[in-house]
């Protein structure tokens, strides 16, 4: 079954159980699924696809609960946290700092990289291995600290 098979069986499931959260998350999900696929005039899009939009609005949700935070508003950032929790489900499982921080040595290692002036040279690399399995701010950081 692909994600997006996934996706419209649990949007059922979620009518189905009136889930109101789950189904407005899912939603959202399948609205952005068909526009990418109408990008392209396509029916469908590829798995890899489909997670990357499910990654970008796990990230989006992310960026919107710590505005929410900052200003107070629990009520809506609570909001935010349920989708991400519910939108996480589709996503392969995340590595741990430590993980991420060894292939990031690594990388460095293999690279060559001397200092922050190599930071392109690295994050590339680093990134086409950890798509998707890690957070690119974790990243980020990790190839700052390990460059210094």
Same mark, same amino acid.
């Given at each position: 079954?692909?994600?997006?098979?996934?996706?419209?069986?649990?949007?059922?499931?979620?009518?189905?159980?009136?889930?109101?959260?789950?189904?407005?998350?899912?939603?959202?999900?399948?609205?952005?699924?068909?526009?990418?696929?109408?990008?392209?005039?396509?029916?469908?899009?590829?798995?890899?696809?489909? &997670? @990357?939009? =499910?990654?970008?609005?796990? +990230?989006?949700?992310? /960026?919107?609960?710590? %505005?929410?935070?900052?200003?107070?508003?629990?009520?809506?950032?609570?909001?935010?946290?349920?989708?991400?929790?519910?939108?996480?489900?589709?996503?392969?499982?995340?590595?741990?700092?430590?993980?991420?921080?060894?292939?990031?040595?690594?990388?460095?290692?293999?690279?060559?990289?001397?200092?922050?002036?190599?930071?392109?040279?690295? &994050? @590339?690399? =680093?990134?086409?291995?950890? +798509?998707?399995?890690? /957070?690119?701010?974790? %990243?980020?950081?990790?190839?700052?600290?390990?460059?210094?």
């Amino acid at each position: 079954m692909t994600l997006t098979e996934q996706i419209n069986h649990d949007i059922k499931q979620a009518m189905l159980a009136r889930e109101k959260a789950k189904l407005e998350a899912l939603r959202a999900v399948k609205a952005a699924i068909l526009l990418e696929a109408a990008k392209d005039g396509s029916a469908d899009v590829s798995d890899e696809v489909a &997670m @990357g939009i =499910v990654q970008k609005l796990v +990230k989006q949700r992310k /960026d919107a609960s710590t %505005i929410f935070k900052e200003q107070d508003r629990a009520d809506l950032a609570k909001d935010e946290d349920d989708q991400i929790a519910i939108l996480n489900v589709y996503l392969p499982a995340q590595m741990s700092e430590d993980e991420v921080r060894k292939v990031v040595a690594d990388t460095i290692a293999q690279v060559g990289a001397a200092g922050p002036q190599d930071m392109g040279k690295v &994050m @590339g690399p =680093v990134m086409g291995k950890l +798509k998707g399995k890690a /957070d690119g701010k974790l %990243i980020s950081a990790l190839v700052k600290e390990g460059l210094s």
